[in-house]
């Protein structure tokens, strides 16, 4: 049974990091693509940043590019998002899903998603 753990969110100040988490469990973690996405309240959920489980290859939204970092730990089958300098804009609910055939930022190729970890940053 394929299943997904998202945590690490919280409440931080604007400037401060954070690290989300997803653990995987029911299959090997680096079988599958994993994606970060996100969504604030009122907006579409959008994709992050995402890790291959061919190459290692890594997607990180404009948005994100210098500031969060995807990295995957295969022995603990985790998957993190290491998220600084956070931006008030930053604040949404972030979810991690998987894939087994890469398809990037395009949620609609993730077949299996975790609960949401909730993250706020305050200005």
Do not use: H
Not at 74 to 100: I, R
């Amino acid at each position: 049974d394929v299943q997904l753990q998202a945590s690490g969110g919280g409440l931080v100040q604007a400037g401060g990091s954070l690290r989300l988490s997803c653990i995987t469990s029911g299959f090997t973690s680096d079988d599958y693509a994993i994606g970060w996405f996100r969504q604030a309240p009122g907006k579409e959920r959008e994709g992050v940043s995402c890790i291959s489980n061919s190459d290692g290859s890594t997607y990180y939204a404009d948005s994100v590019k210098g500031r969060f970092t995807i990295s995957r730990d295969n022995a603990k089958n985790t998957v993190y998002l290491q998220m600084n300098s956070l931006k008030p804009e930053d604040t949404a609910v972030y979810y991690c899903a998987a894939s087994n055939l890469y398809t990037g930022p395009d949620k609609y190729g993730y077949d299996y998603w975790g609960q949401g970890t909730q993250v706020t940053v305050s200005s």
